[in-house]
């Protein structure tokens, strides 16, 4: 049943995953970061003087910062060879023809529409959305929902944004907050009125354009009080991209008894550094949930935060992620916990195969003030061969009385019983891990909406195929 | 088993040539503690337990690395910690596992514990998994928590006083330690050192 | 024509001898009950024949015209034979329904619509009285013992093998359940001419079976070979009055 040109269609999907488009392609723009670029950006964007100060103000703590000195290297990072600003229209002289056969054969195994395909490898800048989209638009506006992009909220929407903006997230958190606050573009800007309740995921991908999925993606969401929505950003398609650093910035506020889930599909093309600052702050009764799932990229670093500032506020992180071919997914979670009663879980499950390393990176931080919190973590890790790696590293700090904290990590392999067992019923080694992999993932899997939980386990069926020995 | 007992120094740097139970006993009347210990592995067929019991008194600031180094096949290593924290006490944690890549078919697993007796304690534990094989078996628990008040009430219900009552769940908490451990020379170190 | 032939089979563990000189023959449609004491060799036997990589196996053991010892589970499978394992292992996050649909996927040419799929399930699980429920749930994961047994069954219904081969089946099941497992065997007696063989301790499933032949293992061999009656005369005396002759 398997396709002659499979193997050799995943060889090329596993190797050359990290190739680069050709320079010529794309019309040439000013490489590195200076103010010009930056106050080109805040022109182009007609903005307030405002952030215009800010972008600037934030590239002087960019320069000064330094790299972060714990975690993989970030040595390879050329600040100098990146372009920070890319106009739509120079996306739409890309033509389908350009873009590498492997990327189109894998959309073609997905089953990947045209129109999205041509939006995922960046040759056209707007997805035309389906009718879906502007039906929930209608809902949404009749809730007094706000969704929209982030340029469209500063213009429209100018004193929410102002109130919320870059407060949770300074932009000298770090040094790639500072570059995002400085060059940021695109992303989302969602604001749920108190009590209201959005019963449809709110789906960035229908939203986002070229230029919004650009390498500074900047969202920002308020649920206000008692209010409840779920927000879903990615795709499990491959998303090609020639710029090699992808650094965002998330910021949520989860006001007094709301409910906020913000669910992330990542699968960046092998040559990009996905380098990405999320943070939660979550009020009291509040709740906050991240699930994440990261599968592409050379190098993620991601850890997804939770700010437990009031009394009974719950963060919770459920993670997915698989490296392959000598890429590094390092990521995990950070609990604070800051007020009392307050409690989180983390859950965070890797997959290590053909020379991927996976490295769990955690915070559990349970202040003097916050007595009576409780936080549960696992990390399950499992790794498929002698050329892949995964690494754990949790930090927890405890002086909250009465404070109840768990810990648990473990690595495995695949049990070779399991293995037996399931080819004894007749199925092959890749069909019978490939099962065993779904298997081990499907408790987060089951958190997905369905699209994207179908989507990814015929991803990982894709990429075992090719991987599996 | 041997059993080799590891006191009056900071920092301890071991191959294992046989299986060996190494035991640490933390000086219960220490203000100020720092210790080290580091295992390497580089014999196959030694299984060794590190196993580290420390009453840590009122006050007293604590400062403790383990790190078991997996080099060569079939080694395994059982690192455990069993703390019990009285008021204002300071425990920094740091454990980590190795395991190289040729080290296939290790065992490694480390547990921590903490009973917090006590107020204004401070616990941070960063147990560290490095793992580059995969025909290994390697986790880490950690848990720290007061005693359960369930116990609590169950005993004072029974006509103990509060701080008695404290002690005999204390001890229950080193018992179960105590009991997991065979062999006779180190069963009366640990007896020892309890009461 | 025979379906398995086994000839002079040798198998040891961790080069521990368990089996030694077995001849055993099943043909089209018969069916064998294997008998014995605790570590006799009964279940090595049965994972010998499906291909447990854990056993070194000399000998020969053919199934139609193909020679097994040289092919994999999967392969071993493909040609039709199934194993009901005894000790059954649980596999959280497998779906069920999705594992089954894939296993009728690979065993037969004909591929069914999602409908007619549903329907052949529904049918077959009636035969073992399985709620439809159990489809949502996580292969094994969680279950009970009864219901272990049950799912190892379901996938035999769904697999239709030539050759069955059931590891004490019968172990821990009440007595419905075991009637329910007897009806779904001369199910695909009926249906697919299927041949079986049977591990067993005990003689109550052969109520529910017609049997053929009777083999008595013990210490790694085949010691006795009879018909029906054999499996009532050892229940009425025990194995040890047959180990002495």
Known sequence: ?469 | MQTVLLENQESFILEPEQDTLYLVLLDKEADLGKIKVDLSFNKSEVNCRLLFLGRLKSKSNWQIESNSRHFVPKTSCLTEFYLSQADESRVDYFGQIYIGQKASQTKSFLKEQSLVLGKAVFNRSRPILEIFNNKVKASHSASSSRISETDLFYLMSRGFEKNEAEKILEEAFFNKVFDSVKVEEARELIKGYLC | MSVLKIKNLQVSLNKKNILDKIDLSIKNGETHILMGQNGAGKSTLAQSIMGNPNYSVKGEISFDTHSLLELDPQQRAALGIFLSFQQILEIPGVKIYDYLKLLHKKSHEKKLTPMKFKAFLKERMEILSFNEEFLKRSLNHGFSGGEKKKMEVLQMLVLEPKLIILDEIDSGLDIDAIEAVAKAVNFLKKEKKSSVLLITHYSRILNFLSVDHVHLLSKGKIVKDGDGLLVKQIEAKGFAAFLKE
Request: charged share 25%; glycine share 6%.
């Open chain 1, 1 to 469: 049943m398997r396709q002659p040109s499979l193997k050799k269609l995943n060889d090329a999907y596993a190797e050359k995953f990290g190739f680069s488009m050709p320079e010529k392609s794309v019309l040439s723009f000013d490489f590195g970061l200076s103010e010009k670029v930056i106050e080109d950006i805040s022109n182009s964007k007609k903005e307030p003087k405002w952030m215009k100060d800010f972008r600037l103000e934030s590239l002087q703590i960019f320069r000064q910062k330094p790299m972060p000195t714990w975690g993989p290297s970030l040595e390879e990072i050329d600040f100098e060879q990146i372009r920070y600003f890319i106009k739509d229209t120079d996306v739409e002289k890309k033509t389908w023809d350009e873009v590498p056969k492997e990327i189109k054969d894998t959309f073609d195994r997905l089953g990947v529409l045209q129109a999205e395909r041509e939006f995922l490898a960046g040759v056209k800048a707007q997805y035309n959305s389906e009718v879906a989209y502007s039906s929930l638009q209608a809902e949404l506006d009749e809730q007094g929902v706000i969704f929209c992009s982030m340029e469209e909220a500063l213009q429209k929407h100018s004193d929410l944004f102002k109130e919320y903006f870059a407060k949770l997230i300074p932009a000298a958190d770090n040094k790639f907050a500072a570059l995002n606050s400085a060059a940021w573009s695109g992303g989302s800007f969602v604001y749920i009125p108190p009590n209201t309740h959005v019963k449809r995921p709110l789906q960035s991908y229908f939203r986002i354009n070229a230029a919004r999925m650009g390498q500074f993606e900047r969202t920002l969401i308020i649920a206000d009080e008692g209010s409840s929505a779920h927000y879903v950003e990615g795709c499990t398609a491959p998303v090609y991209s020639e710029y090699s650093l992808h650094s965002a910035v998330v910021e949520v506020f989860v006001k007094k008894d709301a409910r906020f889930r913000y669910t992330t599909i990542q699968n960046w093309s092998g040559n990009i550094y996905n380098l990405v600052t999320k943070r939660a702050k979550v009020f009291q009764n509040g709740v906050m949930e991240w699930v994440d799932g990261n599968l592409g990229a050379k190098m993620t670093m991601k850890y997804p935060s939770c700010y437990l500032v009031e009394e009974g506020a719950y963060g919770e992180m459920l993670s997915i992620a698989y490296a392959k071919n000598h890429q590094i997914q390092d990521t995990g979670a950070k609990m604070l916990h800051l007020a009392k009663n307050t409690s989180s879980k983390i859950i965070a499950k890797s997959v290590s195969i053909a020379g991927g390393q996976s490295n769990y990176r955690g915070l559990v931080f349970i202040s003097k003030a916050a007595k009576n919190s409780k936080s549960k973590v696992e990390c399950d890790a499992l790794i498929l061969d002698d050329q892949s790696a995964t690494c754990t590293y949790p930090d927890m700090k405890i002086s909250g009385e009465n404070a109840v904290v768990e810990h648990e990590a473990s690595v495995s392999e695949i049990e070779e019983e399991k293995l037996y067992y399931l080819m004894s019923r007749g199925l092959d080694k890749t069909e019978a891990m490939t099962l065993l992999v779904a298997g081990f993932i499907e408790p987060i899997v089951k958190e997905l909406p369905l699209e994207y939980a179908v989507e990814l386990n015929r991803l990982i069926e894709l990429e075992m195929e090719g991987s599996v020995g």
